[in-house]
Structure formats: C-alpha cells, structure tokens
C-alpha cells in the first residue's frame, strides 16, 4: 500500500472514532432510564396503546387475547409462513 491510502485509512478511522465518541452520549440512556427498563411491571399498568385502525387497546386485553388465542403450531420439517409487509 502506499502512503496516501495509509493516510485515508487511518484518517477514516480517526473520523469515525471521532463521530462515535460525540455521538455516544446522544444515544445512551440515561441511568433512571436504564434502572425502569430492568424493572417488572404488570401488563395492566401499561395502560392503552393506540392500534391504528384497530382504535385504542389495553395490554391487558392484548395479554389475554394472546394467551386464549396462540399462535398455530408448525409441523415439523416444514418452512414458517413468510409473512409479508407491503408498502403503500
């Protein structure tokens, strides 16, 4: 290699330690944040989340739909259902 790519890379890697460090702080949580994350907290406390067309829903009613209605089964030495997310 020659001294010019020598200097690219190494300047590249500068810069990109540089923007990390700057942007790191931007990025992390804050330690009460963090400290809530690990906590436990029951699904009835959540409250209601907006489901689009769907309106206003409680994770409790999420909870028990889920639990009363699982997901199907695969049957072994078959592929899953590629579900498919299209645009508009």
Known sequence: ??????????????ACLLIAAVAFPFAA?????????????DAEELGVIDLGDFGDVAVSD??????????APVAAGTA???VRFEGC
Not at 34 to 41: C, D, M, P
Request: aromatic content about 8%; some cysteine.
């Open 29 to 41: 949580r804050s330690k009460a944040e963090l400290a809530s994350s690990k906590s436990i907290i």
């Open 62 to 71: 999420m909870v028990t739909y889920y639990m009363e209605n699982p997901p």
């Open 1 to 14: 290699m020659d001294r010019a790519s020598l200097i690219f890379c190494g300047g590249s890697l500068a």
């Open 80 to 82: 899953p259902e590629k």
